[in-house]
């Protein structure tokens, strides 16, 4: 089974930067589309960014488009997700997900078979 595992939230101050992790453990990311997506309290999920394994294509959500980078380290089997010029809009867990390549359509998150636990990002001044 894929597990996955995000790091890196924390509380921020607008226009700042953090820089999310998840590690993936049991199978290579290769063959995965890796997403991230977000939850404010009291709204619905929201899909960030996603990159496939097997080729580096990505696709970010227009609310985040120039400010956010979605990366993949393979050596350590690792997506990141750099996240620069924050917004207080921008507050929620972030969730790490991954699905198959082949049966995953970008962003709809109901294609995801693996979930991370979730991390807080707060961006507040």
């Known amino acids: 089974q894929l597990q996955l595992v995000e790091s890196g939230g924390g509380l921020v101050q607008p226009g700042g930067s953090l820089r999310l992790s998840c590690a993936a453990s049991?199978?290579?990311?290769?063959?995965?589309?890796i997403g991230w997506f977000r939850q404010a309290p009291g709204k619905e999920r929201e899909g960030v960014s996603c990159i496939s394994g097997l080729d580096g294509t990505t696709i970010d959500a227009d609310s985040v488009k120039g400010r956010f980078t979605i990366s993949r380290d393979s050596g350590t089997n690792t997506v990141h997700l750099q996240m620069t010029s924050l917004k207080p809009e921008d507050t929620g867990v972030y969730y790490c997900?991954?699905?198959?390549?082949?049966?995953?359509?970008?962003?709809?998150?109901?294609?995801?078979?693996?979930w991370g636990q979730g991390t807080q990002v707060t961006v507040s001044s």
């Open positions: 997900a991954a699905g198959f390549e082949a049966t995953v359509d970008g962003l709809n998150q109901h294609d995801y078979d693996y």
């Open positions: 049991g199978y290579s990311l290769d063959y995965y589309i």
